[in-house]
């Protein structure tokens, strides 16, 4: 078997709130969309990883390793995308909606397991409990049984030809899910136990239920922080934290002498226990010579993402008698989030002076320190 997990993402659903489609809000330091990636990402089972996209998403959507795929107006329309994109080697797909960012190994490797077993079709449930009622006008209008009845979650795996089939064969009104095409093309699906913790995010409340499971479980809790220092000489500029300012001398440095983003890379490596930036971009190296430091930057957060963490928060303090710093720091927030791909409400940045005493007292350079959170919860990818 080599199996691909196709998640669809071309949803505009905005009911959630937070002025953007949900797949793009922040979920505890994650996108919902990098958290429903990562679960797939880290499994060894998963061959190929496809993010069915609207097509005014695509500069936000890209993410190494991933393959990105345009839905259409419906979802089964970007299932079907997603299915037509699939290269020949791929023998069984796992459909998952972007919106269960907190879809575990285990419920993964149960649906797998039931397609080893020639299983055209499975996908998970878990049976009714509570009493049901049908309502009307505000008012119980009768009861129905409950026996036999389950809600249905993702991912739901199929045999790829058997599926693709189905969805080209699929003519009649919206579906929910692939599993009523499915059964529609006479496909048999098998049940696996399901999780209650692979709830569906679709209004704010439930981002918040999604956030209580997250900070329930164990979390590996990793700190960092870093150090650096650039003296001053000839320019007419300086650039901290991804921000240009005008100054009557520049920092010299092997790269563009970012002090501040140093700091922060340097932090984050910490977290990681990955030594910093010379280990990886050595000075050594010419090709590092005036580079951009928020290639480092970027490095250093895509490091720890591929080991499943994500930024809690950073706090960066530039240490100078000039240029001034508080007119700047929103910015430079701004800067560092978009480089990182978080919100600027993790970041801080912001400026002493040493009184007068030290280096950065008689203005020979600038100083900075920085402190980097990154979080990950213990047993989840």
Known sequence: MRIAALIVAAGRGTRAGGGLPKQWRDLAGQTLAARSIAAFAHHPDIARILLVIHPDDHARAATPGVELVHGGAERADSVRAGLEALPADITHVLIHDVARPLVSRTTIDTVIAALRTGAKGAAPGIALSDALWRGEGGQVRATLPRAGLYRAQTPQGFD????????????????????????????????????????????????????????????????????????????????????????????????????????????????????????????????????????????????????????????????????????????????????????????????????????????????AIATATLLRSQGRP
């Not at 920092?251 to 700091?263: I, R, T």
């Not at 580079?291 to 706090?315: C, K, M, P, T, V």
């Open 160 to 367: 790829l030809a058997a599926i693709r089939a189905a969805h080209h064969a699929h003519a009649g009104p919206t579906a929910a899910d692939d599993v009523e095409i499915a059964l529609a093309a006479g496909l048999d699906v098998v049940i696996v136990p399901g999780d209650e913790r692979n709830l569906k995010l679709t209004v704010a409340e439930d981002f918040s239920r999604a956030a209580t499971y997250l900070m329930g479980q164990d979390m590996d809790v990793r700190l960092g922080n870093g150090y650096d220092v650039h003296r001053f000489g000839p320019g007419d500029h300086v650039v901290l934290c991804g921000v240009h300012i005008a100054h009557d001398r520049a920092l010299m440095g092997h790269s563009d002498a970012d002090v501040g983003m140093h700091a922060l890379t340097d932090a984050l490596y910490g977290a990681l226990a990955e030594g910093d930036i010379g280990r990886h971009f050595p000075p050594s190296d010419p090709q590092w010579k005036g580079a951009a430091s928020e290639i480092f930057l970027a490095h250093a957060i895509e490091l720890a993402r591929s080991r499943g963490y994500a930024l809690g928060n950073a706090d960066v303090t530039l240490i100078c008698e000039e240029p001034k710093i508080g007119p700047h720091a929103l910015a430079m927030a701004v800067e560092l989030g978009r480089i990182m791909g978080v919100e600027a409400g993790r970041i801080s940045v912001k400026a002493t002076t040493s009184e007068q005493l030290g280096f950065t007292g008689r203005k020979e350079g600038i100083a």
